[in-house]
């Protein structure tokens, strides 16, 4: 005596979602793997930042922000300036930074 009971089928329509849940699936797999593959192949190849061993900030500055660019170094100090320095710890520029007002006021259009 066999005592398995019987699988009844599925209704079509639930016969029909669940094939639209697995290619749903499938789809969203591949998606990911080629997201993934064009990110990993189109990132471009960063060569890591040299930084100099110090940077000759001036007598009593104290940084507040540092940034890399291409080829120079931006300090922004506590005392709005921005000084621009080389890859060598030499500095270029010296930038005066005018702090607004927090009124609300536009900026002065040149």
């Known amino acids: 005596?066999?005592?398995?009971?019987?699988?009844?089928?599925?209704?079509?329509?639930?016969?029909?979602?669940?094939?639209?849940?697995?290619?749903?699936?499938?789809?969203?797999?591949?998606?990911?793997?080629?997201?993934?593959?064009?990110?990993?192949?189109?990132?471009?190849?960063?060569?890591?930042?040299?930084?100099?061993d110090r940077l000759a900030l001036p007598e009593g500055v104290r940084p507040a922000a540092v940034t890399m660019g291409q080829g120079f170094i931006a300090v922004v100090t506590d005392d709005d300036r921005i000084l621009i320095f080389g890859r060598d710890g030499t500095i270029w520029q010296e930038v005066e930074v005018i702090p607004r007002a927090h009124t609300g006021a536009q900026p002065v259009q040149p």
Do not use: D, F, H, Y
């Open 1 to 52: 005596m066999n005592n398995t009971p019987e699988t009844e089928a599925l209704p079509p329509s639930l016969r029909l979602l669940k094939w639209l849940v697995m290619v749903l699936t499938a789809t969203m797999i591949v998606g990911v793997i080629t997201v993934v593959g064009l990110l990993v192949t189109r990132m471009p190849k960063l060569a890591p930042m040299a930084m100099p």
